[in-house]
């Protein structure tokens, strides 16, 4: 069973950045197809950006440019680079890796742009 750990949350002002990250615990990190995904309070989760084990990246459409998803598989960590935060980022940001019909969730981390 794969266990996936973000960190790096927290309470940022608009136009700021925040770098999280995402640890997981099993061998086959580098099989994995990794993504980042958000649920804003009151909305559905939604996809921010994914990673796929061949180095393929899909962004979210407001995050384009802003936004930054690599991956370290020596420590088995995903990361999400984000910059020049909006109000509307504030949201439940979870990371998840896809295996064939295996798919893990972390527990969330909360980001919150606000001044």
């Known amino acids: 069973q794969e266990q996936l750990v973000e960190s790096g949350g927290g309470l940022v002002q608009p136009g700021g950045s925040l770098r999280l990250s995402c640890t997981a615990s099993a061998s086959v990190f580098s099989h994995y197809h990794m993504g980042w995904y958000r649920r804003a309070p009151g909305k559905q989760r939604e996809m921010v950006a994914l990673l796929t084990n061949s180095g393929s990246v899909t962004y979210k459409d407001s995050v384009q440019g802003r936004f930054s998803i690599t991956r370290d598989n020596a420590k088995k960590t995903l990361f999400l680079e984000m910059n020049s935060l909006k109000v509307e980022d504030t949201a439940v940001y979870y990371c998840?890796?896809?295996?064939?019909?295996?798919?893990?969730w972390g527990q969330g981390t909360q980001v919150t742009v606000s001044s």
């Open positions: 998840n890796a896809l295996l064939g019909s295996l798919s893990y």
